[in-house]
């Protein structure tokens, strides 16, 4: 294993809404995994430390962890009044994460109508039962080709309700080749409204000017910026001033 230094927040990156597969052990050290690696992420000196092969850096992490893009440019960017720039200051350290299209996809199905701890829970079941092993105890994403051949009730053991025909439907579209590389493709896909289709393309195409809307953010949008708020006035970055409204609301109510 191998150490490498990022300038993000890891508590912040990985608590801010945005992933399901990071959790903490008791010391604050995160581990998770995306496109079938293993890697874990402490915090060191207000750095990230993220702790993986070499080659797993260099090909997977690198890239997933964003870390080519200056954030620091885009929350000055984003910063249009006081609110935004206590906002910015507070998620300082976030970053979109480079997720695999189909898990984010299907992760923002699962979330539908439900608590990050359900999330995660259905998320770790889903890939228990139908991913590859790839550590001890530790198990791929399942693929839309893998999911796509199975039946709503093969899933009854994720306990997620209606959801379950919702992943087989997207699943067999995925698999069957559809294209899903905007917000109104995504809408397309059965079960899939404006939310979810807004946070599979921020956090699966890593569109930054996707805007998702929930009850956190009906709650920041009217507190703070009332009727009428049109999201494109933090253009081309909309996605990340979202992700620093969301996660300064829900850390401090």
Request: net charge negative; glycine share 8%; hydrophobic share 40%.
């Amino acid at each position: 294993m191998s150490e490498f230094e990022l300038k993000l927040n890891p508590k912040a990156t990985f608590e801010c809404g945005q992933c399901f597969r990071w959790n903490p052990d008791e010391n604050g050290v995160y581990t998770g995994v995306a496109f079938g690696r293993v890697a874990r992420v402490s915090e060191k000196d207000g750095a990230a430390v993220i702790e993986c092969p070499q080659d797993d850096f260099d090909a997977i992490w690198r890239g997933y962890f964003d870390a080519d893009t200056d954030y620091g440019a885009i929350a000055r960017h984003v910063a249009i009044n006081e609110h935004m720039e206590r906002a910015a200051q507070f998620g300082a350290g976030i970053r979109i994460l480079r997720q695999e299209r189909w898990e984010a996809l299907c992760s923002f199905i699962v979330s539908q109508c439900n608590n990050i701890p359900r999330i995660k829970k259905i998320i770790e079941t889903l890939c228990a039962h139908f991913g590859e092993e790839i550590a001890d105890g530790v198990f791929s994403f399942p693929s839309a080709e893998r999911l796509a051949q199975l039946e709503e009730t093969d899933l009854a053991p994720l306990r997620s309700g209606y959801r379950a025909k919702y992943i087989v439907n997207a699943a067999r579209a995925v698999a069957g080749g559809a294209e899903f590389n905007s917000v109104a493709q995504l809408k397309t896909l059965t079960g899939v409204g404006e939310k979810v289709a807004c946070c599979a393309a921020l956090f699966g195409l890593h569109d930054l000017d996707a805007f998702p809307v929930d009850t956190w953010m009906k709650k920041a949008l009217a507190n703070h910026f009332g009727a009428g708020f049109d999201h494109k006035i933090f253009s081309p970055y909309s996605g990340v001033a979202q992700q620093y409204l969301f996660y300064y609301e829900r850390e401090n109510s």
